[in-house]
């Protein structure tokens, strides 16, 4: 099965690029981390909020907040579709990585998704 592309865009044949049903749910991971709560008007309650965080300082509280954050938005809203296994935070200097495991329920196939960002 495919799905559209997120973010939207044409392939090399000129057509709308699609992925695997595996690689929509690595977007979709990536999408919710990524929205901040409030930003979709339909959903205003979709995102993670990690992006508030963006000016703490890094240190072993702001990587328990995001793994708080990250952790819960995950279960809310895509809790359907994936098991979350775990959620690892590092925060070093200036930089947090957010490490999350998981396995997709419907094939049962497990994956990882590395997210890095400027704090």
């Known amino acids: 099965m495919r ?16 992925v695997s049903a595996d690689d929509e749910v690595r977007e ?11 930003e ?3 959903r205003p ?9 963006v000016f703490a300082p890094a240190g072993e509280q702001l990587a328990a907040t995001t793994q708080h954050l990250v952790q819960g938005a995950l279960q809310t809203w895509l809790g359907d579709r994936i098991l979350v296994e775990s ?19 419907l094939t049962a196939e497990a994956s990882t998704v590395v997210v890095r960002g400027e704090v």
């Open 3 to 18: 799905a559209l592309s997120f973010p939207y865009r044409i392939d090399q044949t000129g057509r709308t690029a699609t």
């Open 87 to 105: 959620v690892d935070v590092a925060a070093e200097e200036a930089t947090l990585t957010v490490s999350v495991r998981y396995r997709v329920r």
């Open 45 to 53: 309650t979709l995102g993670s909020g990690v992006g508030q965080l």
């Open 40 to 42: 979709r008007i339909m």
């Open 28 to 38: 979709l991971i990536e999408q919710l981390l990524f929205v901040a709560p409030g």
